[in-house]
């Protein structure tokens, strides 16, 4: 640890003395009385030990109460609420932050963020959620601010702006502490900004280390004083990236990160390369469509696992690392491995102490832009019949030959996070089923405009479903069970040591599954989409669960005929709670 880093996380542990401690979080996943972080536990299981509600148990499940967002601001709602000492702090659409009493639904404050004219983000005006430190609860906002407020009074304690959001720029994902460091990614690959994570001392806002996941971009870690000092190139300039078009490489770490203290990693995963025209920049193009792994205490890289090389899908790689113990069918020894449903239609084994392939098949049943994944090399056998033609190759130069690909950009799975039950050992995945038609277009960069390259149309692939809410053995390699679902699927998931698997569904329904055979044991209809992630908790001796409800994302404003498919759905936006009916 640098002399400056290690002094501003001493500041940062001296100070946080009241409220929650960095031992609250890295304790979060093995404290049901509170939740603390994103994820449940900073390693993103999402798993509750809580078994008061069970699949005998949960047929009584009821509404305790719910409350509005309000105004005309509805749209996507994708928060996951936190909870801590009674209170309930949610974010919700338009940068706002809501704290609510949990055990009545009264609100306590609101803090609405005063967004200007000209944001830009690529998939609507969403926000997944907050983070809790000390006295504060902390969030990104939709003009690329970062803002702390207290959370006793909603009051602003600091503001820092990440970057330019007329660039493109904004902030969609919960921030992660780590080490009393807020850590921190920016949105904005469709813009051609340049991904990276950053660390900030939770207390003060002040920048500890920034580190780009581009190649070729310099990091830099701060003192005190905020004097920067160069932290090394990432990776090796024009290595992968050949010309200029690193400079506006993309690789945006919209999606957040998860953490893992027993090999001190952070895990980020990075979005598409820009633009999406993959024949104007030959070459792997890392760290774009990646799992990234840093080192907390000097901001740098320790490895990669690049999922999609030379990405020409928009196949973002930034869905989440879940930390897990992994089995090896081989040899019979745990491995400290992670996993990721990759939006590209493969789910992916690493370990997580280096990045090792470890494992990696289908978890969707069309996969057209590869043919399997080689466990020897780590590298996806392409089908390069399957990539969009290179406009420059045509008789005019406008347009590339189209190609039918599957799954769409919208991913196998996109933002919706997964969990993994211990107890069953199985992944729960919501998964789409779709695809699309896609072609490369001529394409140059222009600050704050749109840099893709590309058309494309996305089309459902059956009739009768698009989701399914798939249970995933990462040893064997298969789908256990599934439960298919006529929209798309757009929300996280939660499991249980009650045998429970919980999810919500865009026509409106929070569902409880039988985590070991996917049979649905209960439901209830909250009146619009829930496209959130559930959370549960105990307080004063029973077990509550909660999820927000809002239809939006980015389904209804890229999904082509999707959309159109699912036009009767309405919007919203409240969050509700439930309890066991006695």
């Not at 113990?325 to 280096?354: E, M």
Request: net charge neutral; glycine share 12%.
């Amino acid at each position: 640890m640098s002399a400056a880093v290690a002094a501003t996380f001493a500041l940062s542990v001296g100070t946080a003395n009241a409220g929650v401690t960095d031992k609250d979080i890295m304790n979060d996943a093995a404290t049901p009385g509170d939740v603390v972080s994103f994820g449940m536990g900073t390693q993103g299981q999402r798993f509750s030990t809580l078994d008061q509600i069970n699949t005998k148990t949960v047929k009584d499940l009821v509404p305790v109460w719910s409350m509005s967002f309000g105004g005309e601001k509805q749209r996507g709602q994708e928060s996951q609420p936190l909870v801590s000492d009674g209170v309930m702090y949610v974010t919700a659409s338009y940068s706002r932050l809501f704290a609510i009493d949990a055990r009545t639904g009264k609100k306590l404050w609101k803090y609405e963020h005063r967004l200007p004219d000209g944001i830009m983000p690529c998939c609507d005006v969403v926000n997944r959620g907050a983070a809790l430190y000390g006295d504060l609860v902390i969030f990104g906002t939709l003009d690329a601010q970062v803002v702390a407020l207290n959370k006793d009074t909603g009051k602003v304690v600091w503001k820092e702006k990440v970057d330019d959001y007329k660039a493109g720029y904004s902030m969609t994902a919960a921030p992660l502490v780590v080490k009393g460091m807020v850590i921190t990614g920016v949105s904005g690959g469709e813009f051609g900004v340049v991904g990276r994570l950053e660390a900030r001392d939770a207390n003060t806002g002040k920048l500890v280390w920034i580190r780009p996941v581009v190649e070729g971009h310099m990091g830099y870690t701060f003192d005190a004083n905020g004097n920067k000092k160069e932290n090394g190139i990432s990776g090796s300039t024009n290595a992968s990236w050949p010309g200029d078009l690193w400079k506006t490489g993309g690789a945006a770490t919209w999606n957040g990160a998860t953490y893992d203290p027993d090999t001190n990693l952070i895990f980020v995963g990075t979005g598409n390369p820009a633009p999406w025209n993959s024949h104007l920049r030959p070459g792997d193009n890392l760290f774009s469509s990646s799992t990234v792994a840093i080192n907390p205490d000097n901001g740098k890289i320790v490895w990669h696992y690049q999922t999609t090389p030379h990405d020409g899908w928009d196949f973002d790689g930034v869905n989440e690392f879940v930390s897990f113990d992994y089995k090896d069918p081989k040899t019979g020894k745990t491995i400290k491995a992670g996993g990721k449903a990759d939006r590209n239609g493969f789910f992916f084994v690493l370990d997580r102490t280096n990045g090792h392939l470890l494992n990696a098949f289908p978890f969707v049943k069309k996969i057209t832009w590869a043919k399997s994944i080689d466990l020897k090399t780590g590298r996806p056998v392409y089908d390069d019949a399957n990539r969009p033609g290179d406009p420059s190759k045509t008789g005019d130069g406008k347009k590339g030959s189209t190609v039918f690909a599957a799954p769409s950009f919208l991913g196998g799975k996109n933002q919706m996070q997964i969990s993994y039950n211990p107890d069953t050992g199985l992944f729960y995945v919501p998964a789409n089923e779709w695809g699309m038609e896609i072609w490369n277009e001529p394409v140059t960069y222009k600050k704050g405009a749109a840099y893709l390259g590309a058309g494309f149309t996305i089309k459902p692939l059956h009739d009768d479903y698009i989701g399914a809410l798939r249970a995933v053995d990462p040893v064997a390699g298969k789908i256990v069970w599934e439960n298919k679902n006529y929209a798309p699927l757009w929300g996280g998931t939660l499991t249980t040591h009650g045998g429970l698997t919980f999810y919500g569904t865009p026509e409106g329904y929070l569902k409880a599954l039988d985590a070991k055979t996917g049979k649905e044991l209960w439901k209830f209809q909250t009146g619009t989409g829930v496209v959130a992630p559930p959370i549960t908790w105990e307080m004063d001796g029973e077990q509550y669960v909660a999820v927000a409800a809002g239809w939006g994302g980015a389904v209804p404003l890229w999904g082509g005929e999707v959309a159109k498919r699912v036009n009767f759905l309405e919007q919203g936006g409240s969050v509700w709670v439930f309890k066991l009916h006695k």
